[in-house]
């Protein structure tokens, strides 16, 4: 039995992995899964894949290109969410900001460097023609991190998929003030070198069980009730959602829109123009 360390965050967007390994789909194909929790998001995982910590990750694209390019022996093996994301941002109740056009020159709360939380405010910020500095910056790890340094004013706004936040918004802990969505598909599946060179075949087989999942899922009548129930998020909430979001039913990835991806991350500043990129996608 082939073991793999499979990480990713704890929100509705991998229930179809759960309930593979649930039912028992890996391990009939002789592949042992290991689910880890990364709930500081994309920066907490591409550090768990350069540690040795996690052997495939379900993350960010624009979080595990921009490591990649900056020296992360990882590649890139499939992507798994297609449609792109709803990043949500938000502010606290108490502060006086009401339009996401006015965020620019405030403290932005982020999971990690290199985050989604923090990649994303950054390629926003470049859409709009703004900059923003590395002063702007407070680390809080996580999603209840960013709610408190937004409560005491350590920070001005939070980007984080709007979903997730949505029983904070409802309960007042948090106030969104404007969303944006990423211009290109939301997740992939990356995995280190050490395990695409020792259990080649082992990964394959995941990623055919996570693909058939994926389907499985997708045609599921019950889908909704289930991510409402598991996630206590509210049925008409999760309707949206899924109705919004389509995953990936083969291990395809697009060259084109990696090199969308790294336009948008060269245009914004989080690489340099004469940055190397080297093969980002694992070829079979």
Same mark, same amino acid.
């Given at each position: 039995?082939?073991?793999?360390?499979?990480?990713?965050?704890?929100?509705?967007? #991998?229930?179809?992995?759960? !309930?593979?390994?649930?039912?028992?789909?890996?391990?009939?194909?002789?592949?042992?899964?290991?689910?880890?929790?990364?709930?500081?998001?994309?920066?907490?995982?591409?550090?768990?894949?350069?540690?040795?910590?996690?052997?495939?990750?379900?993350?960010?694209?624009?979080?595990?290109?921009?490591?990649?390019?900056?020296? #992360?022996?990882?590649?890139?093996?499939? &992507?798994?969410?297609?449609? $792109?994301?709803?990043?949500?941002?938000?502010?606290?109740?108490?502060?006086?900001?009401?339009?996401? #056009?006015?965020?620019?020159?405030?403290?932005?709360?982020?999971?990690?460097?290199?985050?989604?939380?923090? !990649?994303?405010?950054?390629?926003?910020?470049?859409?709009?023609?703004?900059?923003?500095?590395?002063?702007?910056?407070?680390?809080?790890?996580?999603?209840?991190?960013?709610?408190?340094?937004?409560?005491?004013?350590?920070?001005?706004?939070?980007?984080?998929?709007?979903?997730?936040?949505?029983?904070?918004?409802?309960?007042?802990?948090?106030?969104?003030?404007?969303?944006?969505?990423?211009?290109?598909?939301?997740?992939?599946?990356?995995?280190? &070198?050490?395990?695409?060179?020792?259990? $080649?075949?082992?990964?394959?087989?995941? !990623?055919?069980?996570? #693909?058939?999942?994926?389907?499985?899922?997708?045609?599921?009548?019950?889908?909704?009730?289930?991510?409402?129930?598991?996630?206590?998020?509210?049925?008409?909430?999760?309707?949206?959602?899924?109705?919004?979001?389509?995953?990936?039913?083969?291990?395809?990835?697009?060259?084109?829109?990696?090199?969308?991806?790294?336009?948008?991350?060269?245009?914004?500043?989080?690489?340099?123009?004469?940055?190397?990129?080297?093969?980002?996608?694992?070829?079979?």
């Amino acid at each position: 039995m082939i073991k793999i360390r499979l990480g990713g965050v704890p929100e509705h967007f #991998n229930l179809p992995i759960h !309930l593979g390994i649930e039912r028992g789909n890996f391990t009939k194909e002789g592949v042992s899964v290991e689910w880890i929790n990364y709930p500081g998001g994309s920066g907490h995982m591409t550090q768990a894949l350069r540690n040795d910590e996690a052997d495939l990750c379900i993350l960010l694209t624009e979080g595990i290109v921009t490591d990649i390019i900056r020296g #992360n022996p990882c590649k890139i093996i499939s &992507e798994y969410v297609v449609s $792109p994301l709803t990043w949500g941002i938000h502010t606290d109740k108490g502060n006086t900001l009401a339009n996401a #056009n006015d965020i620019f020159d405030k403290h932005y709360a982020i999971s990690r460097i290199g985050s989604g939380s923090h !990649l994303m405010a950054m390629i926003h910020a470049n859409d709009k023609g703004h900059s923003l500095m590395s002063d702007q910056f407070v680390v809080v790890e996580n999603l209840n991190g960013a709610v408190d340094s937004l409560s005491r004013q350590e920070s001005d706004v939070f980007y984080w998929e709007k979903f997730t936040t949505k029983p904070f918004v409802d309960a007042g802990k948090l106030r969104r003030i404007g969303e944006y969505m990423s211009p290109w598909p939301c997740f992939v599946i990356a995995a280190t &070198e050490r395990i695409l060179a020792k259990h $080649p075949h082992g990964v394959a087989k995941v !990623l055919d069980v996570i #693909n058939a999942s994926c389907i499985r899922f997708m045609e599921d009548s019950t889908a909704i009730e289930t991510v409402s129930e598991r996630y206590k998020l509210k049925q008409v909430d999760v309707e949206r959602w899924y109705h919004s979001t389509e995953w990936a039913t083969n291990s395809w990835v697009s060259d084109k829109m990696l090199k969308s991806v790294v336009f948008q991350l060269r245009a914004a500043g989080i690489i340099s123009a004469d940055q190397a990129v080297p093969e980002l996608i694992w070829k079979t």
